[in-house]
């Protein structure tokens, strides 16, 4: 899956505008591939509710994490385990699929962002994912810009405060990238 995501992750490093003085959160970070992306950083932190693929984390930034530059931990999503006002920028790439409620996502993504903080979501489209056998809508939640649109609207996102952008991938894929402007609360 680390090659399928490579073009998707860098669609969303490059909409977000990650630069080397911010603080950035990967939500749902898996082996941490997009984190060592990300390159050097004032900060790098990821939480994945996965022992095994935090641990996987861990390893890849193992030096980063030794000097006090980046940190990884086993959490939730809907409780992110950091302080108020921590972030710059926050990753959730591939992961509202297993989201149950992305209003409180939002919510916890505005807790720990400081101000001009940003998150960017990466999603497969809908239309391409109904061609998965392997990510059907019992196991993934399915999305089009519309269905993103309705859930930030949940969320009480205004909608001058993101931008959906299509991305066309190998194999007649589609994805979406989303970008949120995030006013901490």
Do not use: K
């Amino acid at each position: 899956m680390r090659l399928a995501n490579r073009r998707p992750s860098r669609a969303l490093i490059d909409a977000l505008g990650i630069r080397a003085h911010h603080r950035a959160l990967d939500i749902g970070c898996g082996d941490g591939a997009m984190l060592a992306m990300l390159g050097d950083l004032a900060f790098r932190a990821g939480v994945d509710r996965s022992a095994t693929m935090a641990a996987a984390a861990r390893r890849r930034l193992g030096r980063a994490i030794r000097t006090g530059l980046a940190d990884i931990i086993q959490g939730d999503m809907l409780a992110l385990p950091f302080a108020a006002g921590s972030f710059d920028r926050i990753i959730a790439a591939n992961v509202l699929y297993f989201c149950s409620d992305i209003p409180a996502l939002l919510t916890e993504c505005r807790r720990v962002s400081r101000s001009g903080a940003q998150l960017g979501i990466y999603v497969t489209a809908a239309q391409s994912m109904a061609r998965w056998s392997f990510a059907g809508p019992a196991t993934h939640r399915h999305f089009d810009a519309s269905d993103l649109e309705q859930e930030f609207a949940a969320a009480d996102v205004r909608p001058d405060d993101f931008r959906i952008i299509s991305i066309a991938l190998p194999g007649g894929v589609e994805g979406l990238v989303a970008v949120v402007d995030l006013h901490p609360i």
